[in-house]
């Protein structure tokens, strides 16, 4: 049976929003350096097997709990055709290695919805989050939307490589 442990993550990376907004973390948790809740992911549950316009009301709020103080009309950027044939990959893709451990990706999300550069924070492998790096980097996004325009914001991948039950 597939395990795939998947919340979106917290981590540390500073980005560009558009002045419109006013994303903030509370003062404890600033040091950081981003506006992805660190905090959130935990427990943060949305699916990954459909396309953000057909999440429910819930699942979008789960989704957007991930960012510290998003307005109600604002939306974070998303999968384009969801987030399974990208995470059924990366997880066959560690399942072939025999890797097991936690995987931390921040993707930049322009606002044409193209990814313009992937950070890596934690991997069980340096090859291996490389080449998640590399199928996230091509994944094209529903762009995040700041007061009804597009715009560019982080996306966090955060996932527990497990070991299947075959």
């Not at 506006?35 to 999440?55: Q, S």
């Not at 990208?86 to 990814?115: F, K, W, Y």
Request: one cysteine or more; proline letters at 8%.
């Amino acid at each position: 049976m597939l395990r795939l442990i998947l919340a979106s993550s917290l981590l540390l990376t500073a980005f560009a929003i558009p002045a419109q907004t006013s994303y903030s973390l509370p003062a404890a948790e600033a040091t950081t350096g981003t506006r992805i809740r660190p905090t959130a992911a935990k427990g943060a549950r949305y699916p990954y097997d459909k396309r953000y316009d057909a999440f429910t009301a819930e699942e979008r709020t789960a989704l957007k709990s991930i960012w510290e103080d998003m307005p109600a009309d604002d939306e974070p950027p998303f999968p384009a055709d969801g987030m399974k044939a990208l995470m059924l990959d990366i997880h066959q893709t560690a399942q072939r290695l025999n890797l097991r451990g936690p995987l931390v990706l921040h993707a930049h999300v322009g606002s044409d919805g193209v990814v313009n550069k992937v950070d890596i924070y934690k991997s069980p492998d340096e090859k291996f989050g490389k080449y998640a790096a590399i199928k996230l980097g091509r994944t094209h996004f529903k762009p995040a939307k700041c007061g009804g325009q597009p715009c560019a914001m982080e996306f966090p991948l955060s996932a527990n490589m497990v070991m299947s039950d075959r």
